[in-house]
């Protein structure tokens, strides 16, 4: 199966899922905020911790209109142009969150949407790329960012097979050699009976590559699902505080949400085992007690030849496996075996060997 390394983690079937903390622009517009987020994603045991990088300009036109959850968070009154200028950070300012996500030791990722930004990431040191949904299609900016020769997480909300097919040829054909593929529902939040789970799996066994999902749902409940099914990493928004002004906070996890996600993702890692059946310690202990052994339903005196209704199956399961019962029946009993005593083969002898008339063993 394919891996893909991003930084000093490998991604892909076999190793632990790859948790990425959404911050987006849950910074406000604020290093300091951006700070706390990183230490947040850090404390609550997140791989890496993701931002959004752009240049307002040059990805938005002045007359765009905000999303109807944008204006439910935002107000009306300003234009998303407005309100995503307010949230820009600069060259330095993601140089300080850089090396303090650094400083903390987890992994910095952005998603770029402009050619500048893109620069501007792969300046700073990023291991690797993540194109936001929105991007899919855009394969001028696919190109530039696969010429980079670096690892791309590409989220899929929105799109058809067919675009994500495009998208994925355009990213091999310009350069890029490893990808992740994110399921992702793009609605903010997104409804749970929405989410499609499966489609992780469409996903895999369609493009043969690691398949993540891209959370947009306030439920933690369903990236744990979505662990089991194999998804290899899981993104999710987070926030601080989700009464904070901005467009992202409300559908975002909490502080206490974002720990308790990941440390279920954890939980269900561990459920999910090796696939291989065995028995474990603790099962080994109660088996003993639990199963059944063959016993003596009534006295059985030596030399008596064992017919299966002087025989029955009770607890503990030291002795011979009630699966065996018919290994017994047709034997002679070499010593007198008390009623409810359990049987050993050691104890028995063929009656054949000895000759008794197959007559004497009615009983």
């Not at 609550?44 to 959004?52: C, L, N, R, T, Y």
């Not at 994110?182 to 929405?194: G, W």
């Not at 440390?263 to 003993?288: P, S």
Request: include cysteine.
């Amino acid at each position: 199966m394919i891996k893909v390394r991003i930084g000093d983690r490998l991604i892909g079937h076999g190793q632990p899922v790859f948790i990425v903390a959404e911050a987006g622009v849950n910074h406000n517009g604020q290093v300091d905020l951006g700070k706390k987020l990183i230490d947040l994603a850090k404390v609550s045991g997140a791989d890496a911790v993701k931002f959004q990088t752009f240049k307002t300009e040059k990805v938005i036109t002045e007359y765009a209109e905000k999303a109807d959850y944008q204006k439910l968070a935002t107000g009306s009154d300003e234009s998303q142009f407005e309100m995503i200028k307010e949230l820009e950070l600069t060259y330095e300012e993601f140089m300080e969150l850089f090396n303090h996500a650094k400083k903390r030791n987890i992994i910095f990722l952005s998603s770029p949407f402009d050619k500048d930004s893109v620069d501007l990431l792969d300046n700073l040191g990023v291991p690797a790329f993540k194109v936001a949904s929105g991007e899919i299609t855009n394969f001028p900016l696919l190109r530039y960012i696969a010429g980079k020769k670096k690892p791309i997480i590409l989220s899929t909300g929105m799109s058809t097979i067919e675009e994500i097919e495009d998208a994925v040829n355009t990213l091999r054909k310009s350069g890029a050699k490893d990808v992740v593929l994110l399921h992702c529902v793009t609605s903010y939040p997104a409804r749970i009976e929405d989410a499609n789970l499966r489609t992780i799996v469409t996903l895999r066994n369609k493009f043969k590559l690691p398949v993540g999902f891209s959370d947009h749902t306030l439920s933690i409940a369903v990236p744990v699902a979505a662990a089991a099914l194999g998804a290899v990493l899981i993104e999710k928004h987070f926030t601080l505080d989700k009464n904070l002004p901005g467009p992202d906070h409300r559908a975002s996890l909490g502080p206490d949400q974002l720990r308790e996600m990941i440390a279920a993702i954890r939980d269900a890692e561990k459920a999910l085992g090796t696939g291989r059946r065995k028995l474990t310690k603790d099962e080994q202990k109660i088996k003993n007690l639990v199963r059944r052994s063959v016993v003596a339903r009534v006295n059985i005196p030596r030399g008596k030849v064992i017919t299966e209704r002087m025989l029955d199956t009770k607890r503990p399961g030291t002795g011979i496996d009630p699966r065996h019962i018919n290994l017994i029946v047709g034997k002679r009993a070499k010593r007198n075996i008390a009623r409810d005593e359990q049987i050993a083969f050691k104890e028995l002898v063929d009656n054949a060997r000895k000759g008794v008339n197959k007559k004497s063993q009615n009983c």
